[in-house]
């Protein structure tokens, strides 16, 4: 809580060259690289980082294969660019992951012909990944028995990448990279309303946890509040380019179902694509794919029908699937980019590409659309057009993204050796600390080995059937701007997605874990994280 006091004194007492609105993707990848190439910079956020769409995403980073239907195949062309450099540039975290696909009988197209679709995808990504394989139905039931193949024509296997841990921790070390290249950023900060005037812009904004207010003064202003950027625009009466259609996604996430670890792909009974998706010892089941008018969305009980249907009808199991068996759930809105006020595009063949309108007169930025695959491209292009409105970027050229050099990891992996880190994991876990560590944080890991090293009961889990050790949350306490429990349990970390909030609750090691992360508030913030779960159970069963 301390980082983030600090950072509010600095917002409301400096002017910025750069402030940036929105701790999604966009803003995230935008502070980062601004902020390494010189510029000062600004960042807040109504709610916490990542805290919509960006960690509700399917976890995965792909190159756009079903644009190929649409033929837009510049788009695939660079979507498979974008992935294969995220790839090379996050080994640890971005992995290639293999599709297993099954097309049933009176699909479309014929498997063989969508199969050659994937080799044309292979060619367009460079080889990167292995190559693609044709695949009978017995052969599809050999690989995976979960799947039902009793009215399967054939399928295939082809790679695309994945997000190891979650999606919005992947953002959220970008807001960290940000901070550490003297970016001043906070979450729960609203922008209430912008004044333009003599060159500057003055933000007024609302510390949400206290209800003070703040000036906050820059040179330019980025709007990358994703689903809400249209909002925004309208409170400072930007006229733009572009503005934004909303697709709901909704995932499910429930007891490990398969028994390879790769995505299951098919297409769901209204035609679009649909996923089985391993997490660790769970998997992650959906997407829905809705037009909805308000990106304040919510998972209706449709959406679960419409899942647990089509998971149901696609996959052979012991017994169906039912809503007792849903441990949690991901929902967010999809932010399409479309042009002009009409927006009179074929809904299924939106894409996902992003689109940045400037107002070059008042150094105003409005980022759409977006996915994670293009984030590198999206910090690049931002800053490009921010050096092009005459902010001084003093080391425009340096590198902004990627994992610390190999000497660095070499020499964690040797600090690491020295203390026996890897006897420390735990007997259920498939996955060595030394790689989880530095998977989840780079170069600070180092400060997590100097906890273990000062005291060995650091490298205790803390709570039960979570994967986190007792040092990591004396680190996210120092350095990740917790400031609800909920931040850390389903934005930092991924435990509120593999167990159930009330078992969250009752798990041996949450006061602990609260007592670490808040100190003397940690009764006030556990019993607030306890009110909003039983406000949200409350709301689940009014909209039943």
Known sequence: MQLRETNLKKLA????????????INGAVSAAALSRKGASVALIDKGDFAGQTSSNSSNLAWGGIKYLENHEYLLVNKLCKSRNHLMSSYPSTVREI????????????????????????WVMGRF??????????????????????????????????????????????????????????ANYVSADSSVYNDGLWEIQATDQETQEKLTIKAKSVINACGPMVDAFNEVSAE??????LFSKGVHLIVNKLTKVDKVLAFFA?????????????????GTTDDKVENPATYVTDDDRKFILDNVNALLDLDKPLTQEDVISERCGVRPLAVKGESGNADWVQLSRKHAIDVNKEKKYLSIFGGKLTDCINV??????????LGIQLSQKDKVWYGESSAEIKQ??????????????????SSEKLT?????????????????????????????????????????????????????????????????????????????????????????????????NVEQQEALAVTRS
């Open 379 to 388: 910090g690049e292009e931002i800053s490009d057009i921010v050096s092009g």
């Open 239 to 244: 006229k733009t380019a572009h503005r934004h």
């Open 128 to 185: 990167f990944t292995k190559k693609p394989i044709f695949l009978s139905p017995i052969k599809i039931k050999n690989l995976e028995p979960a799947i039902d193949v009793s009215n399967a024509q054939g399928g295939f296997e082809y790679s695309d990448a994945f997000l190891h841990d979650n999606d919005a921790r992947f953002v959220y070390n970008f807001i960290r990279s940000s901070m550490d290249n003297g970016a001043v950023v």
């Open 435 to 531: 790689t989880r560590l530095w998977r989840r944080y780079d170069i600070n890991a180092l400060q997590i080995l100097d906890e273990i090293q000062r005291d060995p009961t650091q490298a205790e889990q803390l709570m039960e059937n979570a994967e986190y050790l007792r040092a990591e949350l004396h680190y996210a306490a120092r350095r990740e701007m917790i400031t609800r429990l909920e931040d850390f349990l389903r934005r930092r970390s991924k435990i509120e997605m593999v167990l159930r909030k009330r078992e969250i609750i009752g798990t041996k090691g949450i006061q602990e874990a609260c007592k670490i992360l808040f100190g003397e508030n940690a009764d006030e913030k556990l019993q607030e994280y306890i009110a």
């Open 269 to 285: 009974s209204d035609g679009r694509l649909f996923f089985v998706i391993p997490m660790g010892q769970k998997t992650c089941i």
């Open 411 to 428: 020499e964690f992996e040797y600090r690491a050796k020295l203390i026996d880190l890897d006897s420390m994991t735990p007997a259920y």
């Open 98 to 121: 293999r599709f297993l696909t099954t097309l049933q009988k009176g699909f479309r197209f014929p498997a063989l012909f969508v199969f050659i679709g994937t080799i044309l995808y």
């Open 13 to 24: 007492s400096e002017t910025y060259d750069v402030l940036i609105l929105g701790g999604g």
